[in-house]
């Protein structure tokens, strides 16, 4: 067994259930931990599942997890004695008792359970609650409903023609679940899943494992499956779920069955791993971190227990979301005046929505709601394109204490399906197109129309109903008299799931209560100085959401909405139009493309587009150079860009003065904080990691960490990510790198992960690139490193104002030597880095949402494989 210390292989002879002693193998790290003159905290009991063995959890014999580790191998299975017998889920958990009782485990013990192993651990701890301090289940299930269908990699294996031939005549059920991990398994840990099983005999365990699914009634471990089941509820100690979600048998539905036997489990998805979740992430780290903040000493030791960060900071003025619509319904002076504009609605035709009707739509599609059975606190994901349709329905959803999903369509379709299955929501409320994809993609959820559909249609995309019958429903009912709203939500109950862009990783759900949603709101709105006079023209569509709740008219321009890079300066100029005077946001990578369309403007068109009061662009950092090009079509606007992010809208801003007044420095300047948030750095070692202490003295390069009272409560089930974000008590950890200046204005140089630690010192990637941007003919400059932190090397990749090609990113090329020459030189004197590659490529790699933030890592990827003479492709 590779990576396993063999003095923790033991045997151990036991009497099962039938009274005969039975041969069990283990791991042990008893002797190990002694060895060590290390007293265990505990025991982990760990139990595996079919058709794996103890291996498994080899990863759990680590320094930092001070417990004893016992993780069986059940008899039949692994390189435990194979009796013959076709031992039921009763028999193995009865067995399991008999064998601790042998080793004298006593509390506290930590269950740990893989696959059936969870059921067989949850049974062991209803058994010997005395003894039981915890409990930790990854992909398994605890319950199967009668007549529901097994998974479809089950429904195979059980077939009885079938059953023989997949588990114990051929070891193809054990290979297909080996083969299930990504990127594959070393072949060495193959060899050692597979070494148990090399003969027919020594597979009959996994062949029995599979005929003992209780799908049926009358199976015989239906009864023991049922008391599991429900005897789960009434386990409160601390529990963790940790998940594979790309799981073929054990999918996210047998987690929110977890879930709501479990409701104060701490939960964490491990997005992109598989059914072996310990193979594929670093699932023993988890444990090692929720063990000392849940189970450990520590945990009872802690001076303040958790809360958010949010708690810490000055309150901001609560107010109910979507009050502002309400109000401005009921004041004559705006009451018919727009709160919402479509530039391009179905029939090709501008709508306008007034305060009025919006607020009139928003109660209809509320009490609807309640009348179908939406509930407070049931999550609705919400797939609608930005419009009427869409306000109407997050601003009932808030009302009545819906939970609203929102993942923008920015995400792509990957990213989309990722966040709308891991939010496990009730309902999903979506337009055609994404009502056609839920069902094509198994998206959990009811599903309702914003339209009404076809009676055919609605069969085949399971479609209850629709918000239109909804709203026609629910206005039914309050012209008879019946109660309007549930009363309005509790501050402190969740909002809304926003998911980031996924520009650094999987998207991750940021969840908001009421009370930091409206302070998010407020935030906002004091920024960008909206009001009822002064709307929004969203060229970032997630920001069409923000109008409505600050009272301030919105409309999105003509645009694809996943592409925002290529808004074009006649579609801003039409939707500026719309509005008069407005405030005008945008994503950074529209900027260049409306500079770039400006030649498209007709007399119209430029005089409406000069007439913008303010501009705004925040999701990167914007070089002045571009803000100052701006000015020659929006002459009036002041050009303000926030700093922010989906986990803290706004941070800091700073208009152009300001960025003028401040001068060159070391990246880009965003401004002082907006009222009520704070800053601070975490300062970084010699390897650019954050060594514990904060500072707000200037000039201390570091982690940019931020309080105010509108920070997200939590990640959606990523209890490690919510935790290492706030491992600086009462700070959000952003994950971005910048320092202060002495005037208190904050310089943003990049992500903390792409900080290039080499063998002359720290660099921050926005240095190499700002001096890297200021060679003529170049666009854009991404800095990469290869080799090991403390040593890197710099590589520049650059997009040239001749080779760019905007979506066609391609397989990067060696700059000419006069244009290396030249950035290898700049970028020495700028700012102290030397270049060890200069490459160009059409377009460099960035988010989806954004068009913006570029994907560092790929670049540091791509460089490593080609300077170390290796194939690489594309970007």
Request: charged content about 25%; aromatic content about 6%.
């Amino acid at each position: 067994m590779p990576d396993v210390d063999p003095r923790i292989s033991r045997t151990l002879e036991v009497r099962d259930h039938e009274g005969e002693l039975r041969r069990w193998h283990l791991l042990d790290s008893g002797p190990l931990l002694a060895e060590r003159g290390i007293t265990p905290q505990g025991t982990l009991l760990a139990v595996h599942g079919n058709p794996t063995y103890s291996f498994l959890f080899r990863s759990l014999v680590r320094e930092d997890i001070p417990w004893r580790l016992i993780a069986v191998d059940q008899l039949e299975m692994g390189w435990s004695e194979r009796t013959g017998v076709n031992r039921r889920l009763q028999d193995r958990i009865t067995d399991l008792s008999l064998l601790t009782d042998a080793l004298s485990v006593r509390g506290p013990v930590v269950t740990v359970g893989h696959d059936w192993g969870g059921i067989v651990s949850v049974g062991w701890a209803l058994d010997n609650r005395h003894d039981l301090a915890g409990m930790i289940l990854t992909n398994t299930g605890i319950h199967q409903e009668l007549g529901e269908s097994l998974p479809k990699a089950l429904q195979l294996a059980t077939a009885p023609a079938f059953l023989p031939a997949s588990t114990s005549l051929t070891d193809t059920f054990l290979r297909t679940t080996i083969a299930l991990s990504r990127p594959p398994l070393p072949r060495e840990v193959q060899d050692a899943y597979l070494a148990p099983y090399r003969t027919r005999a020594r597979r009959k365990g996994i062949e029995h494992f599979v005929a003992d699914i209780p799908a049926d009634a009358d199976h015989p471990s239906r009864p023991t499956l049922e008391r599991l089941a429900e005897g789960i509820r009434d386990l409160t100690v601390p529990t963790l779920f940790a998940w594979g979600p790309r799981d073929v048998t054990f999918s996210d539905r047998y987690l929110r069955d977890l879930i709501e036997r479990v409701p104060h489990a701490d939960v964490h998805r491990f997005e992109k791993t598989s059914h072996l979740v310990w193979e594929d992430a670093d699932v023993a780290g988890l444990v090692a971190d929720w063990l000392r903040e849940r189970v450990g000493p520590d945990s009872e030791q802690e001076a303040e227990p958790w809360r958010p960060v949010s708690s810490y900071a000055e309150p901001a003025l609560e107010r109910h979301i979507g009050e502002p619509i309400a109000r401005l319904a009921a004041d004559p002076a705006h009451a018919h005046s727009p709160a919402v504009v479509e530039m391009s609605g179905a029939d090709g035709e501008r709508r306008e929505i007034s305060w009025s009707l919006l607020n009139r739509r928003v109660d209809d599609i509320a009490a609807g709601m309640l009348g179908h059975g939406i509930r407070p606190g049931d999550r609705v994901s919400i797939l609608i394109t930005p419009g009427a349709d869409l306000t109407g329905v997050l601003y009932a959803c808030l009302r009545i204490g819906a939970v609203a999903v929102i993942a923008d369509a920015g995400l792509g379709v990957p990213g989309l399906t990722r966040a709308v299955i891991g939010s496990h929501p009730d309902w999903l409320i979506g337009i055609t197109k994404a009502l056609v994809g839920a069902r094509a993609m198994g998206w959990p959820g009811r599903r309702l129309s914003v339209e009404q559909l076809p009676t055919v249609d609605r069969a085949a995309l399971g479609v209850e109903t629709s918000i239109a019958q909804l709203a026609t429903s629910g206005s039914m009912m309050r012209e008879l008299g019946a109660p309007l709203h549930a009363p309005w939500p509790e501050q402190d109950a969740d909002a809304a799931i926003l998911f980031t862009s996924g520009s650094t990783g999987p998207a991750k759900g940021a969840v908001y209560t009421h009370r930091q949603m409206s302070a998010m709101f407020t935030a906002v709105g004091d920024t960008l100085q909206l009001d009822p006079e002064r709307g929004l023209v969203a060229g970032f569509a997630p920001f069409a959401l923000l109008g409505p709740a600050l009272g301030a008219p919105t409309v999105v321009p003509d645009m694809d909405i996943t592409r925002p890079g290529e808004l074009t300066a006649p579609a801003l100029a039409e939707a500026i139009a719309a509005l008069g005077e407005p405030a005008v946001f945008t994503a950074p990578a529209a900027l260049r493309n409306i500079l770039d369309t400006a030649d498209q403007l007709d007399e119209y068109g430029r005089a409406a587009i000069a007439s913008a009061a303010s501009f705004f662009s925040a999701g990167a950092p914007i070089p002045a150079h571009l803000l100052r090009e701006l000015r020659t079509l929006m002459p009036q606007a002041r050009a303000l860009t926030p700093y922010g992010m989906t986990e803290c809208l706004a941070v800091t801003a700073i208009d152009l003065e300001g960025i003028e007044e401040a001068g060159q420095g070391s990246g880009v300047c965003v401004g002082r904080p907006v009222p009520r948030v704070e800053i601070a750095i975490a300062v970084m070692d010699k390897e650019g990691r954050t060594t514990g202490e904060t500072s707000q003295d200037p000039d201390v390069t570091g982690e940019i960490l931020i309080r105010a009272p509108h920070v997200r409560d939590r990640y959606l089930m990523l209890w490690r990510t919510t935790r290492t974000s706030m491992r600086f008590p009462g700070w959000h950890a952003t994950g971005d790198v910048g320092h202060l200046d002495g005037a208190g204005r904050l310089w943003v140089e990049g992500r903390a992960d792409h900080v290039l630690a080499t063998a002359d010192g720290l660099f921050t990637p926005v240095q190499v690139e700002d001096a890297a941007e200021t060679v003529p003919t170049v666009r854009r400059a991404g800095a990469a490193v290869v080799g090991p932190r403390g040593t890197q090397q710099v590589v520049v990749i650059l997009e040239t104002e001749a080779g760019y090609r905007p979506g066609r990113t391609g397989r990067p090329r060696a700059a000419t030597t006069s244009l290396q020459e030249a950035v290898r030189r700049t970028v020495r004197d700028r700012s102290g880095a030397e270049v060890v590659a200069v490459f160009t490529t059409s377009a460099l790699p960035t988010d989806i949402r954004h068009n913006s933030k570029i994907d560092r890592a790929a670049l540091s990827r791509w460089a490593g494989q080609t300077l170390r003479g290796e194939k690489a492709g594309a970007l």
